[in-house]
């Protein structure tokens, strides 16, 4: 089974700054995805980012990267210049690399990040 | 991508009554999944519901309980059974590609 960490319940930063949102997992998976999700107040969850862990290159995506290491089973994903319209519950999420199949994602408890005007 | 239509969006029922929650995708899906996010929780996975065949539930949750029909390759629903104020969260309705999960709005259900 997998277990997915994320040791900061709540994180608040000043708008324009930059911030970065831990996460760690486990597994003896070799190919899987990470993501990362936000969860506004509308409950909505919006797909932030998105790496393959055979790729070794972290991805991006406008304001928003990770830092992928796989040997550390780190995962962390960093927002430069942040809004207001960042301000939502941020969840980093597993899935096993199964082809569409059968499982679910395993989802971390979440960072709630505030971002001050 | 897919879209996915969840309803109603919202409820608030008394205890000991059912809630039929149905999940509308805008393609076919071999695999549909429903998920709990309790107050300021994460979200657990309840049950991974296959067209044509029983829901596999996950540890902590039964088919008494939280009972799921599939009819076709772009419907389900999951109803929430002999309710309690324990059952108030919000359930999410989900579908995978091969490379990403899809969610819908959820469902916030209260039991008063």
């Known amino acids: 089974a997998q277990t997915v960490t994320q040791s900061q319940p709540e994180m608040s930063v000043q708008e324009a700054e930059t911030v970065t949102l831990s996460c760690t997992y486990d597994t003896s998976e070799s190919n899987y995805y990470l993501f990362w999700y936000k969860q506004p107040p509308s409950r909505q969850m919006i797909l932030v980012i998105r790496q393959e862990a055979y790729k070794q290159q972290n991805a991006t995506e406008n304001r928003f990267s990770v830092n992928f290491q796989k040997a550390a089973k780190s995962f962390s994903l960093k927002i430069s210049d942040s809004q207001l319209g960042d301000t939502a519950m941020y969840f980093c999420a597993f899935m096993k690399y199964s082809g569409g199949g059968a499982d679910g994602l395993t989802f971390g408890k979440g960072t709630h990040l505030i971002i001050q005007p | 991508s897919a879209v996915i239509s969840q309803k109603p969006s919202r409820d608030i029922c008394q205890r000991g009554t059912s809630l039929t929650i149905q999940c509308q995708v805008d393609?076919?899906?071999?695999?549909m999944f429903w998920y709990r996010q309790q107050p300021g929780q994460s979200l657990t996975l309840i049950a991974t519901?296959?067209?044509?065949?029983?829901?596999?539930?996950e540890s902590g949750f039964v088919i008494d309980k939280f009972p799921i029909s599939r009819p076709n390759l772009t419907f389900s629903t999951l109803t929430v059974s002999n309710m309690s104020p324990e059952d108030s969260s919000i359930y999410l309705c989900?579908?995978?590609?091969?490379?990403?999960?899809?969610f819908g709005q959820g469902t916030r259900l209260t039991v008063v």
């Open positions: 393609s076919q899906v071999t695999m």
């Open positions: 519901a296959n067209q044509g065949s029983e829901a596999t539930y």
């Open positions: 989900s579908v995978k590609t091969a490379t990403e999960a899809f």
